[in-house]
């Protein structure tokens, strides 16, 4: 029997994990907070930022979203993240990426505060997870490793084929998988012969943004699959649907446990969001 893995449930679980956290005394009272920033007015970034504000209020952080129109400078920008930085309500920033054109993405990621980086993307957090120091985790990656740890799979000395090198999701994975004592191979546009790199693998990590690229003949059986795609195709009904990277339908019957789309790493990339803002926070008040 193929194990389902219910990333909604798991994610539930490190919501309420946070809200209790958050709740403790030892904060006594004061409020997490997180600000979002979104520039320009990309409907499916507006919605993530909806989503996290949403996040935010149920497990008792305090959202603060910033929305800027879309011809905002790079001067402004900055000016608002040097603010942020200095303001003590808030402990986690967040740039909504992509930034529209004309926006430096790498000046302003380096601009935030390492400490309220709660994307775990700035280049000393980057630096830390390499060294193996505590940092955020980027949080689609660091959802993964929940999902892997949750259904039980061994991951010392198995081997974990990642498809992908962005500096996002699957660079990051790659680290945390060998943090863990994976042996790992990182693929990518340019790998010779994906599906045969694919089948040696025990844990088989799909981040790639095409829809089912992986099927059958990149599986080998018994593996455990994680599907970090996230594409909008049109379906046979003409209707909008979301689908993986991995065509599960075919995958499923092979693997032994797998991540549906939508329902597996989408919400835990949310609730990590949460957990890297409780840490900041705590990190910054001395109580981690
Ligand atoms: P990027 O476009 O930044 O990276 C895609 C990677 O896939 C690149 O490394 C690219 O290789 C590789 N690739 C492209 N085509 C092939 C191919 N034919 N064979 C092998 N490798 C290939 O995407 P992201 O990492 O940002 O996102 C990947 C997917 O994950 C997307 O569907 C995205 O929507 C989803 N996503 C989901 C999240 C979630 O919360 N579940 C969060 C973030 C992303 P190369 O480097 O050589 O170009």
Redesign the pocket.
Same mark, same amino acid.
């Given at each position: 029997m193929t194990q389902i893995i219910d990333g909604n449930a798991v994610a539930a679980a490190i919501k309420a994990s946070v809200a209790d956290s958050l709740g403790e005394r030892e904060l006594s009272g004061r409020r997490v907070g997180l600000a979002v920033v979104l520039v320009g007015d990309d409907p499916a970034s507006a919605a993530y930022v909806r989503m996290k504000a949403r996040d935010c209020r149920e497990v008792g952080i305090e959202p603060h979203d910033y929305l800027l129109p879309a011809d905002t400078s790079q001067a402004d920008l900055n000016a608002l993240i040097d603010r942020l930085n200095a303001d003590d309500t808030v402990q986690g920033i967040l740039v909504q990426l992509p930034l529209p054109a004309g926006l430096d993405t790498e000046q302003v990621v380096a601009r935030i505060a390492p400490a309220k980086d709660v994307d775990g993307f700035h280049p000393e957090n980057l630096g830390r997870l390499l060294r193996g120091l505590d940092a955020p985790r980027p949080?689609?990656p660091a959802?993964v490793m929940c999902l892997l740890d949750r259904a039980g799979v061994q991951l010392s000395g198995a081997h974990a084929v990642v $498809? !992908? %090198?962005?500096?996002?999701?699957?660079k990051p994975m790659a680290l945390l998988l060998l943090e863990r004592n994976a042996t790992v191979t990182v693929?990518?546009?340019?790998?010779r012969d994906?599906a045969e790199v694919c089948r040696q693998a025990d844990v088989l990590v799909a981040? $790639? !943004? %095409?829809p089912k690229?992986i099927g059958a003949e990149h599986v080998k059986p018994g593996a455990v699959v994680i599907d970090?795609?996230?594409?909008r195709v049109t379906g046979d009904d003409g209707k909008s649907v979301l689908v993986?990277?991995v065509d599960y339908d075919a995958v499923a019957p092979l693997a032994t446990a797998i991540t549906p789309v939508p329902g597996?790493?989408?919400p835990?990339?949310?609730a990590l969001l949460m957990a890297n803002t409780r840490d900041a926070a705590l990190r910054q008040w001395g109580l981690r």
């Open positions: 949080c689609t959802g $498809v !992908g %090198r962005s500096l996002i999701v699957g693929c990518h546009s340019r790998t994906l981040a $790639v !943004g %095409r690229m970090v795609g996230i594409n993986g990277d597996g790493v989408g835990m990339t949310r």
